[in-house]
Nanobody, 124 residues
Framework: QVQLVESGGGLVQAGGSLRLSCAASGRTFSSYAMGWFRQAPGKEREFVAAISWNGGSVYYAESVKGRFTISRDNAKNTVYLQMNSLKPEDTAVYYC?????????????????WGQGTQVTVSS
């Protein structure tokens, strides 16, 4: 059973920063890619960032490139999303997900395990 627990969300002013964390259960965390997705009210879930099993490959949505950084600590079974220069349009529930394979994937179908999400609200 894989459990993913996100934390670090909250309310921040535009231009501010937040760091999201996602703690994973299980001994196989280091074998799989991890991803971050988000869903704003009335919109579909969208890809934000992904990282391969060893951090060697990372992908970002164009909308967050240069502002967000995904990283992982396999010793702590944790993946992070550092979010800088936040904008009101970044407001959403952010989900972490564990991949089906070790390779980073932009498609949500590549992630069979999901956390419950953490709310990020950016005020203007």
């Amino acid at each position: 059973q894989v459990q993913l627990v996100e934390s670090g969300g909250g309310l921040v002013q535009a231009g501010g920063s937040l760091r999201l964390s996602c703690a994973a259960s299980g001994r196989t965390f280091s074998s799989y890619a991890m991803g971050w997705f988000r869903q704003a009210p009335g919109k579909e879930r969208e890809f934000v960032a992904a990282i391969s099993w060893n951090g060697g490959s990372v992908y970002y949505a164009e909308s967050v490139k240069g502002r967000f950084t995904i990283s992982r600590d396999n010793a702590k079974n944790t993946v992070y999303l550092q979010m800088n220069s936040l904008k009101p349009e970044d407001t959403a529930v952010y989900y972490c997900a564990r991949g089906r394979t070790s390779a980073a994937d932009r498609q949500f179908q590549g992630y069979p395990y999901w956390g419950q999400g953490t709310q990020v609200t950016v005020s203007s």
